[in-house]
């Protein structure tokens, strides 16, 4: 039972009783062999065996044993029912708690999804789409996304200036200020907005409605920065941006994400001046770049 459990958890597809499948991937095997020693262990045989097929329809077959189709469908009648039912009603906190919850559900579904399809983006969309619902009762000066093309910009035209977010900066902008100070403009100088309509006439504002660098469709303005000053084809930024992506507005989920925002949470709780809050913050991203730019893709 104790190995039926393990599989059933690994996301196994199943052929028949005692024969389990996984895609060969690495990492995969060595979790089937394990469990294969464990049997061997309380007395029973096991064997661990690569199958080579290039039967295309052998092939559909096989993947149709690992569709996630039902469970990101049960996700989704949750994602409706919390939009129906809780929505209207519940406490802002209460639906951010619920989020939290369905955000869990789809990671757990997602790391066994291993021939993602549309079903995966939907459910992904689904749950943006709850998160920025949310998001808007919780804190209803985020920015909004605008739909329009993304401008190629020169750093040089970009130098020495004044640059302005709200105050109590998270990881969206303060991301967006390493990035700036890093790789835009090194010599960049950075206030802290009460409202969006504080900003000076003379400063380059990020991260609000209205700023000259926000969200731009599903992307967040850090994402938006890359592309701007076409920073896309560094890898380790880009890792980057997929972090700061989700945990901004949520998504697909990311490894390094959970470790990152209880550091963010803890340094934001600690630290009440946003200057000092943005400095300890730099050295962070400093690291995670470093980390990435050392494993590459």
């Not at 044993?65 to 209207?88: G, H, M, N, V, W």
């Not at 907005?193 to 469709?217: E, I, R, Y």
């Not at 000092?276 to 400093?286: K, M, Q």
Request: proline share 4%; with cysteine; net charge negative.
């Amino acid at each position: 039972m104790r190995v039926w459990r393990a599989l059933k958890a690994l996301g196994c597809g199943v052929l028949r009783d005692g024969v389990y499948l996984l895609p060969n991937r690495s990492g995969l095997r060595h979790i089937l062999q394990t469990q294969a020693e464990d049997v061997v262990a309380g007395g029973g045989s096991a064997h661990v065996l690569v199958l080579d097929s290039e039967n295309q329809d052998q092939q559909k077959v096989f993947e149709g044993l690992f569709d996630r189709s039902a469970d990101y469908a049960k996700l989704l009648e949750t994602i409706q029912q919390t939009t129906d039912r809780e929505l209207p009603s519940e406490e802002p906190a209460k639906l951010q708690r619920q989020i939290v919850r369905l955000r869990k559900t789809l990671e757990s579904i997602v790391t066994l999804d291993f021939f993602p399809g549309a079903a995966r983006e939907q459910a992904v969309a689904a749950v943006e789409d709850l998160e920025h619902t949310v998001s808007d009762r919780l804190m209803p000066n985020e920015p909004h996304a605008v739909h329009r093309r993304i401008k190629r910009l020169n750093s040089q035209d970009f130098q020495s200036r004044l640059w302005a977010t709200r105050q109590r900066p998270w990881i969206d902008r303060l991301a967006s200020a390493w990035l700036i100070a890093r790789f835009i403009d090194p010599d960049a100088r950075f206030i802290w907005l009460a409202t969006p309509a504080d900003c000076p006439v003379d400063a380059l504002g990020f991260d609000f409605d209205g700023a000259a660098f926000t969200h731009v469709g599903a992307k967040v303005t850090f994402e938006v920065l890359l592309i701007s000053f076409g920073l896309t084809k560094d890898v380790a930024l880009q890792r980057l941006g997929s972090l700061v992506h989700y945990l901004d507005v949520g998504g697909i989920p990311v490894a390094e994400a959970a470790g990152l925002e209880t550091m963010m949470r803890g340094m934001r709780e600690r630290l009440n001046d946003d200057d000092t809050l943005l400095s300890e913050a730099r050295n962070v991203f400093d690291s995670f770049y470093l980390v990435f730019s050392e494993n590459g893709p």
